[in-house]
């Protein structure tokens, strides 16, 4: 039986990595969309990041990634502060040791498809607030877990399943950033 | 209404069931959690850990139920208005609710969650197979009968399925997906009950805290940042979702994640890894060292075969390989080396030495993160000021210096087998020493 100790640095070095890029490019990279972020990078940009997301009303969530950002914060390789807004959450932002962390995950972050999917994740949902991430993460969760169950949505079945798990969004809203995933492709197969 | 009937429980008293849960209790789906430990060999280290999932499942069922209950009374105009739900409707889910949790651990491997590593791999996501899975799987192959047919559902119509996907997650659920957070969150039944019963059995104090109080100021809200509805506790709570925090936290780093159970915890799945091996070179299995997967009738039937007993008695019989001996004669594989329960990355580079430094000697590692019960920071919502006009949803580690002190923990640790540890204990010392030198040149 081999034996390994397998400390997950590129999970870390991933965590430490997205804050840098985020920083001033995102309107609040805080922990909810950091996990829509790595969700999208698991699930739309396929890069294996070691994460298990399960569906809530709030969208695609794994603990794990929680554990992960409490250490990543105690190595000192990002910050974590509570915004005092009315939308309140928090900003995860780099600290002193992140360049040291992301170097300890370097194999992983400059791989060619890792780097790549990074920069276009970053460039096309970095500019969007949690609430709208939670959207599209959600979308894709459901258009996902219905291929896995061998069922083909439509876009209207996506809207429809939607709005009952997040009823707070209009249909318009939720058919907007239906058909924005689809014409980028990020939504493959649809019916 | 029908007729109703109470078990004697420990923890809650008395729970209620009606003629259809009790047909589903009887049914020997259920009845196998008579024979699932809770908490593995735990009775190992606490010898009172000798309870079943069978009182946790009825337990979570009660509790989730209670939940359900105070959220619809005091939210209900909330849930119709803002959330679209509908008096029958929500009649229905409660009812759901009290199924699915009643069956969320029907699917457990021997030993509880231990065994867990040994579940098949689910070739769509190439990631192994979870015990709700398994759940969902003895739920829609093997008691369908007895939940779509009873008299007590001709008004409901719920499915074997809709349980199935209750358990599994599925988006299909749509607006009940809701309640999956009473079954799986920071807030659900199923740690609310288990904190509360191993803590009883175990006979610590560690995993008390005031459940009652909880229940009555648990609520919904919107989370503010991505108005998606939330379990939260208002704020009348804050104390108690405090206690509820530092029983998790106690529980798991002195019960839950405890060094030597952790090694009884290896110790039972390499034993019944060497079975599975067994029953597959005798024609029983499909798979090589894992359990059939969860994806047919057949499959199931042949999964649920085995529990603690069956188990416990090849053991018994000396057929459990040398790990069976150990668990036998308690000669457990010892802790030689562990990081703090926060590491740093000097910590871990200092932990990578140490794997390094013990080669051969290395039986196995063990991460907090591998354990199912974890201690991560997750937070928990915080209604301030409800039913005043002037709501806020806030976080509770923004209230709580004492929660927003605690980190998750992610503490690793090596084993060694026993006549190893001398030296192995030797070697780090000696790594140690060579560390602190270099700390103190630099």
Known sequence: MKVSLDIPWQRYALIAELAQRCEGKCPQFGKTVLQKMVYLLQEVFHIDCGYDFDIYAYGPFTPQLLQDLDLVEHTGAVKIHPVASMTGGYEISPGGQAAALIQKGSDFLNKGEVKKAIETLVDEFGRFWAKDLELRSTIIFVQRDSQKQGKLLSADDIVEIVKQIKPKFTNAEIRDAVEELKSKKYLEPVA | MGKTYEIRDPIHGFIELNEWERDIVNHPVFQRLRRIRQLGLTDMVYPGAMHTRFEHSLGVMHVATKMFDQIVK????????????????????????????????????????????????????????????????????????????????????????????????????????????????????????????????????????????????????????????????????????????????????????????????????????????????????????????????????????????????????????????????????RRVFETPEVPNTSDLEFAEQVFAGLDDLVSFVDKAESSWYKFESADIPILLRPGQGDEELTKLSRLSTVVSGLKAVSRTRVYVAIENKEEALERVRVLRQQKEQKEAQA
């Open chain 2, 74 to 333: 005091r939210r209900q105009d909330f849930l119709e208005t803002e959330l679209s739900f509908t008096a029958g409707g929500l009649e229905r889910d409660r009812v759901l609710v009290r199924l699915s949790c009643l069956l969320h651990d029907a699917g457990h491997a021997p030993f509880s969650h231990a065994a867990e590593g040994l579940m098949d791999k689910d070739p769509t996501t190439n990631k192994s197979y979870k015990h709700e899975n398994y759940s969902a799987a003895a739920v829609a192959f093997l008691m369908q009968d007895v939940i779509e047919n009873h008299p007590l559902n001709q008004n409901y119509k719920i499915t074997a399925q809709e349980i199935a996907d209750f358990l599994n997650g599925r988006v299909a659920l749509g607006r009940v997906l809701l309640w999956r957070s009473l079954v799986s969150s920071q807030l659900d039944a199923d740690r609310a009950d288990y904190l509360l019963r191993d803590s009883h059995h175990i006979g610590v104090a560690y995993g008390r805290y005031d459940l009652n109080r909880l229940l009555v100021t648990l609520t919904i809200a919107l989370d503010p940042e991505t108005e998606s509805p939330v379990l939260a506790i208002e704020d009348g709570g804050v104390h108690a979702a405090e206690a509820l925090i530092l029983a998790r936290y106690f529980m798991f780093t002195q019960v839950y994640f405890q060094h030597t159970r952790r090694a009884y915890d290896h110790h039972s799945v390499q034993a019944i890894k060497h079975l599975l091996m067994e029953a597959q070179r005798g024609g029983d299995l499909a798979n090589k060292e894992a359990f059939p997967s969860p994806t047919s009738r057949e499959n199931m039937e042949q999964y649920l075969k085995w529990d603690d007993w069956r188990v416990l008695g090849m053991i018994h019989r000396g057929l459990a390989s040398e790990h069976g001996d150990i668990l036998l004669n308690r000669q457990h594989h």
